[in-house]
């Protein structure tokens, strides 16, 4: 689990937990493994608006409608590649990213299918580590923008 994120939820008090699992490298794989049902895996999709990188937060089971999500940010929305955003997030493997924008500097979008969850569970910065807590406390302390953005697979 990256210190930086660790830090904030001791500091705030946040009950969480941190869960291990093998090697995984897809949101699907990752629910699979840990038994949750994709609905509650939350994964960060990256992607640009007129060059200024966005952290959205969807459901493993849903993708991001680009459409729809230039028609709420307004300007083109294109998906980043890992090589835009692969240094912004000290300590993460690159796919391994918290859905926590805020603690690098990133607007973070999430889509209104997770706020449904009571708890989710998302990678802790690795791809063997997750961390399950309740969606109420991640809002509080992400405050992201929310929106239905995220169209089923």
Same mark, same amino acid.
């Not at 997030?89 to 973070?108: M, Q």
């Given at each position: 689990?990256?210190?930086?994120?660790?830090?904030?939820?001791?500091?705030?008090?946040?009950?969480?937990?941190? !869960?291990?699992?093998?090697?995984?490298?897809? /949101?699907? #794989?990752?629910?699979?493994?840990?038994?949750? +049902? %994709?609905?509650?895996?939350?994964?960060?999709?990256?992607?640009?608006?007129?060059?200024?990188?966005?952290?959205?937060?969807?459901?493993?089971?849903?993708?991001?409608?680009?459409?729809?999500l230039?028609? !709420?940010?307004?300007?083109?929305?294109?998906? /980043?590649? #890992?090589?835009?955003?692969?240094?912004?997030? +000290? %300590?993460?493997?690159?796919?391994?990213?918290?859905?926590f924008?805020?603690?690098?500097?990133?607007?973070?979008?999430?889509?209104?299918?997770?706020?449904?969850?009571?708890?989710?569970?998302?990678?802790?910065?690795?791809h063997?580590?997750?961390?399950?807590?309740?969606?109420?406390?991640?809002?509080?302390?992400?405050?992201?923008?929310?929106?239905?953005?995220?169209?089923?697979?």
């Amino acid at each position: 689990m990256i210190k930086k994120l660790q830090e904030l939820l001791d500091a705030k008090k946040i009950k969480y937990q941190v !869960l291990t699992h093998s090697t995984a490298y897809t /949101a699907q #794989e990752i629910a699979g493994l840990q038994h949750v +049902p %994709g609905r509650q895996l939350a994964k960060v999709v990256m992607v640009k608006r007129d060059g200024k990188l966005i952290m959205t937060v969807l459901p493993a089971t849903h993708r991001v409608n680009l459409t729809r999500l230039e028609q !709420l940010l307004g300007g083109r929305i294109e998906l /980043a590649t #890992e090589e835009e955003f692969r240094g912004l997030f +000290p %300590g993460c493997d690159v796919g391994g990213e918290p859905p926590f924008g805020n603690l690098f500097g990133l607007d973070v979008w999430v889509d209104l299918s997770l706020t449904k969850n009571d708890e989710i569970v998302f990678n802790a910065g690795n791809h063997w580590q997750t961390i399950r807590m309740r969606y109420e406390d991640y809002a509080r302390l992400v405050q992201p923008q929310i929106a239905s953005f995220a169209e089923h697979m």
